[in-house]
């Protein structure tokens, strides 16, 4: 019997050609963090992750008899819009191994700690960082003494243990990669510059205090020395042949002075990699921009959300469009990519906020546009206002995947959302200065292939509803 089995739940209910429409298939790094700590303590464990081998609900049971024994614990990870499936995994895995003890963790479980534990989909929840919790668990600690536990005592009642405490970043090993099906990962169309590619996450936490997301670190903000980052990275490309770095922290340049000695060292050890990664706009400097270009970084994704103050104010932001000009006008002066998102249906959103954010957005013009309609997470500010006055449409969770509307506005109707939504893509993506500029990019197959991809995506949205 093994002792642990990891599991990143499907994303789809039914197998077949809906595969070709994944937009990208990165490792599950929290995952193969924690699998890695169970391993660094003793126990052995392996990673399904169903995105990877491409197993949906429907074929789970039969990939789970075939290449598995009986676990003594399965651990399970969601988000919100895939939290359904993984409660049908769970029900899977009971009925295949009932002695085996179900974990949930992730953001959903970690907001939401009692919904798994009513439906009887696990046995006990995790919450917030599961390192040194899920540890203690399968050691055998006593229950009352696991913090950030929730689970059901001998009367009954559900318990919720004391929060676990913010882990050292720097005492945790890197991610057991050798659990993972690295030849089957691939990030999203437009989004590297090379091939193969591999995402890493330095940080936890994020400066910004924005009402759509979810932070289940809390704002402490940690990020890893440079020296153990850049081992990671020197690991990645000399084992297993990556040569580009999709860094997924919330905002890496929050540490500015950590991301120029990760710098100076991919330059000073010639790390042959290329690199692009997520920051806000009023956490960058030319100075540091300089230098990230010449360690490797080609593209940096900024969250401009939306063109009117108003709505930006809402969100809780904390920036001004004219930052916003300024970010982008100064990565593109460089030479860095900028992929930029932009959100509809925010609180006070109206057809006129929705025609400045397109209007901002062709402004810009940045190398991609984003275009997302917000979905108000379980555990973010913004659900909770939605909430207390009744403004969500729905909580069937797998519809809270940025495209629908969730979010019953006073001030503009769903169907309008949907309009404007669809509008920004046609009028974004279908410029002649657009199409003429990406034509002109080209320089390789794999340039076809993205730009050829990244059109079937848009044409997928102006479909919807249709």
Not at 115 to 142: C, H, M, Q, T, W
Not at 401 to 414: A, C, Q, R
Request: glycine share 6%.
């Amino acid at each position: 019997m093994a002792d642990v089995l990891l599991i990143n739940p499907p994303y789809f209910k039914k197998g077949g050609n809906i595969w070709k429409t994944v937009s990208s298939c990165m490792p599950p790094y929290g995952l193969a963090v924690l699998a890695a700590c169970v391993e660094q303590n003793g126990f052995s464990v392996n990673i399904f992750d169903t995105y990877a081998e491409k197993i949906a609900v429907d074929d789970t049971e039969d990939f789970l008899k075939n290449n598995y024994e009986e676990p003594k614990f399965i651990g399970l990870t969601s988000s919100t819009v895939n939290v359904k499936h993984a409660y049908e995994v769970s029900n899977i895995c009971k009925k295949l191994w009932p002695n085996t003890k179900i974990i949930f963790g992730g953001v959903h479980a970690t907001s939401q700690p009692e919904e798994p534990l009513k439906n009887n989909n696990a046995d006990y929840v995790v919450r917030g960082e599961a390192e040194y919790s899920f540890v203690d668990l399968i050691k055998g600690k006593p229950l009352d003494e696991i913090k950030g536990l929730s689970y059901y005592n001998k009367k009954g009642e559900i318990v919720h243990n004391e929060d676990s405490p913010f882990v050292n970043l720097d005492e945790l090993p890197l991610p057991a990669y050798h659990l993972l099906p690295m030849s089957k990962y691939y990030p999203a169309v437009g989004s590297y510059k090379r091939l193969p590619a591999m995402n890493v996450v330095t940080s936890r936490g994020c400066p910004g205090k924005c009402t759509f997301c979810y932070q289940p670190f809390g704002n402490i903000l940690r990020q890893r020395g440079p020296r153990k980052i850049a081992d990671e990275i020197k690991l990645l490309h000399e084992k297993y042949g990556i040569n580009e770095i999709c860094f997924y922290d919330d905002n890496f340049t929050t540490f500015k002075k950590n991301i120029r000695e990760l710098c100076s060292i991919i330059i000073n050890e010639n790390i042959d990699v290329t690199w692009i990664c997520f920051a806000r706009v009023d956490w960058i400097d030319e100075e540091l921009l300089i230098l990230m270009k010449k360690a490797g970084c080609h593209q940096i994704l900024f969250g401009a959300e939306s063109g009117s103050q108003m709505i930006l104010d809402n969100i809780r932001k904390n920036i001004t469009p004219d930052k916003v000009r300024k970010a982008v006008e100064l990565t593109k002066r460089i030479g860095i990519d900028c992929r930029v998102t932009f959100l509809f249906g925010n609180p006070g959103e109206t057809e006129e906020t929705m025609k400045e954010t397109i209007d901002f957005a062709l402004e810009l013009d940045p190398d991609i546009a984003l275009f997302n309609i917000v979905s108000p997470n379980p555990g973010t500010q913004m659900y909770e206002w939605a909430v207390k006055n009744n403004y969500l449409s729905t909580k069937t969770w797998d519809e809270y995947d940025w495209g629908e509307v969730i979010l019953k506005l006073p001030t503009v109707s769903p169907e309008k959302v949907k309009e404007y939504y669809k509008l920004a893509f046609k009028r974004f993506y279908l410029r002649p200065k657009f199409i003429f500029r990406t034509i002109m990019k080209i320089r390789t197959l794999n340039d076809i292939y993205n730009i050829l991809y990244g059109f079937k995506g848009v044409l997928n949205v102006l479909k919807i509803g249709n």
